[in-house]
């Protein structure tokens, strides 16, 4: 196998009582609704010298289909709103980075740029901006609006947002703010950069009322797999988080994201993909497909087909045969390369709908790896060396307990094999990552006035 020099990421998704459907009715999950709950979590990662924590979001309650919803705990309801749960990790933590998500459909960039910049100083420059694009209909409704955009019309709006928020980024060279007490020069008007920013979407003349942290700006990390999610990420992003079911699926896609760089003037360590990995650990295989099983059979028919339904953007899923295969679907204006990867699964393994929302139960589509400590290292090692991966999102599929398995069973294999650091070597999260701070470049200088 051949060796790369560096060493890989692993950041840890925290989904409260854990990631798999089921995870809320298992005695090993805790509750996750306090703060001191997901302080442990926090520093269990941090301990363990993860590069991230990171944090999803949902705007939207999924009521429409309510007797499905009601035996969920991943419903749309989360115990804190991101950024607001980051800002009192940050006071807690000391080097671990912090990653929350926030969507561009029904936000403006000028606050997200100075939330995340705001997170950045408060934490030393360990913030991360997961981008994404809401794929719910349910999140329309609550800001003003009846559907969703088509997807199209969607990531041209991430598009203009994104380089909104980070010309806002660059409003402020890094020594800008002199503060000559004799002089009385509090700042340098000529390391003043105005955005004054025209476009499709977006009018924001800037500047940011926020001065640089010490990374320079967040790190701005992108969800999404499909052929516009992979343009915004090679153009835009910084680390993508993504999902892939096979090497070869995976291979292919580093490839092509990567191969994309170029066409921006980027080279290809500006970029880390680092997809997401959902572990059952146990000491044995027997004892890790025990513990797998065991949340299996904590699924509900209703929740089952009601979560494939969600994630293939295809409500007639509720009244398929759970037993037959998959029906033929629509291309949906929600999640696309989600719903393609699954289409695609199922495909190539024969899967019945039952089988469908099983697989996908615990890792929504994610790589499932169930196994013992050994087992589960030689996958992440086969994936890292052949480059499908730069790194791994780690979802544990109970809270705390799956996330302390994989911390006390897979790191020291990994670190055995020389493959993760054994404690970090900065302060930022660019510094974690091998990241260097980026060039001010998306910006319009104006003289003082």
Not at 336 to 364: C, F, H, N, P
Not at 373 to 388: H, K, M, S, V, W
Request: no cysteine.
């Amino acid at each position: 196998m051949p060796s790369r020099k560096e060493k890989l990421s692993l950041g840890a998704f925290l989904l409260f009582t854990g990631h798999h459907v089921a995870a809320w009715r298992s005695p090993d999950a805790s509750d996750s609704q306090t703060l001191a709950e997901f302080v442990q979590f926090a520093r269990i990662a941090e301990e363990a010298k993860f590069d991230a924590i990171f944090l999803a979001d949902m705007v939207g309650v999924r009521i429409d289909r309510i007797e499905a919803s009601s035996h969920k705990a991943h419903s749309g309801v989360y115990p804190f709103e991101p950024l607001t749960l980051l800002s009192a990790l940050a006071a807690v933590t000391s080097r671990i980075g912090l990653v929350a998500t926030v969507s561009t459909s029904f936000n403006e960039p000028f606050n997200v740029a100075r939330q995340f910049a705001s997170l950045d100083r408060l934490s030393g420059g360990r913030a991360g901006w997961n981008l994404v694009t809401s794929t719910e209909p349910a999140a329309a409704l609550n800001f003003n609006r009846s559907v969703l955009s088509p997807h199209a019309e969607r990531y041209q709006r991430a598009e203009e947002f994104a380089d909104v928020v980070r010309g806002l980024w660059d409003s402020w060279d890094e020594n800008a703010f002199v503060r000559d007490r004799e002089s009385g020069l509090y700042f340098d008007p000529d390391k003043l950069h105005v955005l004054n920013h025209q476009g499709s979407h977006f009018r924001v003349r800037g500047p940011l009322n926020i001065p640089p942290s010490p990374q320079g700006r967040p790190i701005l990390v992108q969800a999404g797999s499909s052929g516009p999610g992979m343009d915004l990420a090679a153009r835009t992003a910084e680390a993508i988080f993504t999902a892939q079911q096979t090497l070869e699926e995976a291979v292919a896609f580093y490839s092509d994201v990567k191969g994309r760089l170029a066409k921006y003037g980027r080279a290809a360590d500006e970029l880390k993909i680092l997809p997401g990995v959902f572990p059952v650990v146990g000491d044995t295989e027997s004892e890790a497909k025990e513990k797998f099983e065991e949340l299996q059979s904590l699924i509900s028919p209703e929740v089952g087909l009601d979560l494939l339904a969600g994630f293939l953007g295809a409500p007639e899923i509720l009244t398929a045969a759970p037993d037959g295969p998959l029906p033929p679907l629509r291309e949906t204006e929600g999640g696309k390369s989600r719903q393609a990867l699954l289409v695609e699964l199922a495909r190539r393994e024969g899967l019945t709908v039952r089988d469908l929302y099983l697989r996908i139960a615990g890792a929504r589509g994610h790589w499932q790896v169930v196994g013992t400590p050994t087992q589960i290292a030689d996958q992440l090692e086969e994936r890292f060396q052949n480059y499908g991966a730069d790194g791994f999102n780690i979802m544990a599929p109970t809270l705390p307990g799956g996330l302390t398995d994989f911390v006390k069973l897979v790191v020291p294999e990994l670190r055995r094999r020389g493959l993760f650091r054994d404690d970090y070597e900065g302060t930022t999260l660019r510094d974690h990552l091998g990241l260097r701070v980026p060039q001010r470049a998306i910006r319009t200088a104006i003289a003082a006035e």
